[in-house]
């Protein structure tokens, strides 16, 4: 009995040390995605950058390698319509360090997410952090650009501008007119010269 415990909190220790090794993930910031015998998957909350006009979401994703001790920190792009993953930037942290041991960069190279697999796991979690059901059921009929946006407000303050030129314009026409009623009324009370 002894024995299976030791051997049971050996190996606890041995899982928390493996982890433990790599770069330092803060649970507030790296969520949990997938688990499997060579890599635990998390994903950077903080860094989803999901855009409702292309579907797509910019993300970092952490692969924890408890048999080496190194964590692979990845820059992904994936787009939700074709169902693609592209990857970037992959740095590879070293046994509890901070400090990047090698960097390398797909420029991104992208591939099919299949399914069961911890790609469609990452594509499932950040789908749910982003709110994108929400966010397409929400999505305006019309997507705009950012260039368009500003442009939108442009045009919107030149109407704004103009509207607010008009009620002013308006609002002295409706003096003249009130000043003519009143003096044509004024004429029409003085009695009829012979």
């Known amino acids: 009995m002894k024995l299976q415990k030791t051997l049971l ?52 994703a952490a692969a924890v390698n408890p048999n080496t001790g190194l964590t692979d920190v990845v820059n ?36 099919a997410i299949q399914p ?24 305006p009929d019309i997507a705009i650009t950012p260039v368009e946006a500003q442009q939108k407000k442009v045009e919107d303050a030149k109407i704004a501008a103009t509207w607010q030129n008009a009620k002013v314009k308006s609002a002295n026409e409706f003096q003249k007119t009130d000043v003519i009623i009143e003096n044509t009324d004024t004429e029409a009370a003085q009695p009829e010269k012979k």
């Open 76 to 111: 992904y792009k994936l787009d939700f319509t074709n169902n693609t993953m592209y990857t970037y930037q992959k740095d590879v942290y070293p046994n509890n360090s901070e400090t990047i041991q090698s960097t390398t960069n797909a420029n991104g190279a992208g591939h």
């Open 9 to 60: 909190l050996g190996l606890a220790f041995a899982t928390v040390a493996g982890v433990a090794s790599a770069k330092t993930l803060p649970a507030d910031q790296w969520y949990w995605v997938h688990s499997d015998k060579d890599y635990t998957t998390r994903v950077n909350v903080q860094s989803i950058n999901y855009d409702v006009n292309t579907d797509t979401a910019n993300f970092q």
């Open 116 to 139: 069961n697999t911890a790609d469609a796991a990452l594509e499932n979690v950040v789908a749910n952090l982003a709110n994108r059901n929400y966010q397409l059921k929400n999505k």
